[in-house]
């Protein structure tokens, strides 16, 4: 028997037809045009954020002579000896070991004081509560870069200067006001009948922000530490004003290593940033979850 030249075609190649059609009558041109409008924008936007990170990982593959003659292609071929020498120059071992416990100490630091602070100004009826909300909001606008006079002779007299876990403080005090602002966002949403149910029951205050409240906005203390992470990994002023101590200063003050008088090693500093950004990619995949539902948590009061 000939078998059929052309295949069946299957009920549901037709339907998926039909209704493609009858979603593109539904749209009309306008609406085509809008459609296509938004796809191309998010493919601007898509190359415009993935571009860069695939740029700064050709730069650290290539050799100095290529980087000037192809600054924007991919590699001809990859030089890995790059990140070998890009972490001993900068001397990345003992700075990864400095940043991570900087980074871990000041959130620790920060969550542990942002939790009860907005807990308080959320939940809680005391004089002087619109004021401290106000301040809180006020210092976000205050960048420590206009401190940096006081701050350092204030860091100084408490003998911070040079002390990984001295700049941890200063980190989370600088990350305060707005985590104090998100958390007090989430807080609010929060039935009072919980709080009331477990008064009755004799809890405490700070065992209802600890058994209660706190797993209930798990996404907001989700998203100041992702914030927290990623400014306090990435700072370079701070740690530039206060860690003046090559054996305690953190990646950022690594980079500057490639820059000399006369010349620019970018090909190293291409590999070294690849190796700083690497764990913020990281920990942002893990946690985009969490990331997202932070965002989305308390948008609407359900």
Same mark, same amino acid.
């Given at each position: 028997m000939r078998a059929a030249?052309? &295949?069946? /075609?299957?009920?549901?190649?037709g339907a998926a037809g039909s209704r493609r059609r009858g979603l593109m009558q539904r749209l009309g041109m306008r609406g085509i045009l809008e459609?296509? $409008? *938004? =796809?191309?924008?998010?493919?601007?936007?898509?190359?415009?954020?993935?571009? &860069?990170?695939?740029?700064?990982l050709f730069g650290s593959l290539k050799t100095k002579q290529e980087m000037l003659s192809n600054v924007w292609g991919p590699p001809s071929s990859l030089v890995l000896q790059? =990140?070998?020498? #890009? !972490?001993? /120059?900068?001397?990345?071992?003992?700075? /990864?070991?400095?940043? /991570?416990?900087?980074?871990?100490?000041?959130? @620790?630091?920060l969550v542990a004081v942002a939790?009860?602070?907005?807990?308080?100004? #959320?939940?809680?009826?005391?004089? $002087?509560?619109?004021?401290?909300?106000?301040?809180?909001?006020? #210092?976000?606008?205050?960048?420590?870069q206009v401190m940096a006079i006081p701050l350092f002779l204030v860091a100084r007299d408490l003998g911070l200067i040079n002390s990984r876990l001295g700049i941890a403080f200063i980190y989370a005090a600088t990350s305060l006001p707005l985590s104090v602002f998100i958390l007090r966002s989430f807080? @609010?949403?929060? &039935?009072?009948?919980?709080?009331?149910?477990?008064?009755?029951? $004799?809890?405490?205050?700070?065992e209802i922000l600890i058994h209660i409240m706190l797993p209930l906005v798990r996404p907001g203390v989700a998203l100041i530490l992702i914030f927290g992470f990623i400014e306090i990994w990435n700072d370079f002023f701070l740690a530039f004003l206060l860690l003046r101590d090559p054996l305690v200063q953190? *990646? &950022?003050?690594?980079?500057?290593?490639?820059?000399?008088? =006369?010349?620019?090693? !970018?090909?190293?500093?291409?590999?070294a940033l690849t190796i700083t950004t690497l764990p913020v990619i990281v920990v942002f995949v893990a946690m985009q979850r969490q990331f997202i539902a932070g965002l989305t948590a308390g948008a609407?009061?359900?």
């Open positions: 030249a052309n &295949p069946p /075609i299957s009920l549901d190649d459609l296509g $409008g *938004i =796809y191309a924008a998010l493919v601007l936007v898509l190359f415009e954020t993935v571009y &860069p990170l695939l740029w700064v790059n =990140y070998a020498d #890009a !972490w001993r /120059i900068a001397g990345m071992g003992s700075r /990864i070991v400095n940043s /991570i416990f900087v980074t871990g100490s000041a959130l @620790i630091i939790t009860p602070c907005a807990y308080a100004v #959320a939940r809680l009826r005391f004089p $002087g509560r619109g004021l401290v909300v106000a301040v809180a909001v006020a #210092a976000m606008l205050v960048p420590p807080f @609010i949403t929060l &039935p009072a009948d919980l709080e009331d149910a477990a008064r009755i029951d $004799g809890a405490s205050r700070l953190t *990646i &950022p003050l690594g980079l500057v290593s490639f820059f000399q008088q =006369y010349d620019s090693l !970018w090909t190293l500093y291409f590999a609407v009061k359900g």
